[in-house]
């Protein structure tokens, strides 16, 4: 009997977690066409679906052409995630100039992600410019992100 409920168990499992990536697949697939139709917002969510392996596998390469797709367009998380990417070099060479344009533009717009970021890559060049990277800090922390505050710490620190 034990045996039989175990079994049972795992059967339900087995179903739901097929019924849950079935779900996922067909949210992809949603989501791609209002992509390819021109939607900023799923072009982006596309990008973070290929980033993550969400409905679909994970293809560093598809995420970062449908974050650039968003990006070029002005759309500030997806140039964040583009200057990201050029950062780490995922889906796309590393090119910190190519990530320190895109992170700027992010920033410019506001996005306290890219902001951060962009203060920290400001500080860790070979050539640190410590008062952008301050700057850029503190604009992060002022919009609520809060690594920004042991970031600053850090560059002051760095910069005595």
């Given at each position: 009997?034990?045996i039989l409920f175990k079994a049972l168990i795992a059967i339900a499992i ?72 050029y950062l780490e070099g995922s889906g796309v060479d590393p090119n910190p100039e190519q990530a320190k344009t ?59």
């Amino acid at each position: 009997m034990k045996i039989l409920f175990k079994a049972l168990i795992a059967i339900a499992i087995a179903l739901l977690t097929a019924t849950a990536f079935a779900d996922r697949e067909a949210v992809f697939e949603r989501k791609l066409a209002q992509a390819e139709a021109g939607s900023l917002e799923a072009q982006y969510d596309v990008g973070y679906r290929y980033e993550k392996g969400r409905g679909v596998d994970e293809d560093p390469e598809q995420a970062f052409k449908w974050y650039l797709k968003a990006a070029d367009q002005g759309l500030d998380t997806a140039q964040y995630k583009v200057g990201i990417c050029y950062l780490e070099g995922s889906g796309v060479d590393p090119n910190p100039e190519q990530a320190k344009t895109w992170l700027q533009k992010a920033a410019d717009q506001g996005y306290p992600p890219a902001q951060y970021h962009l203060g920290k890559l400001y500080a860790n060049t070979r050539t640190p410019n410590y008062d952008q990277a301050l700057a850029w800090l503190e604009k992060a922390k002022q919009n609520g992100y809060e690594p920004a505050t042991r970031e600053i710490i850090r560059v002051k620190r760095q910069a005595d």
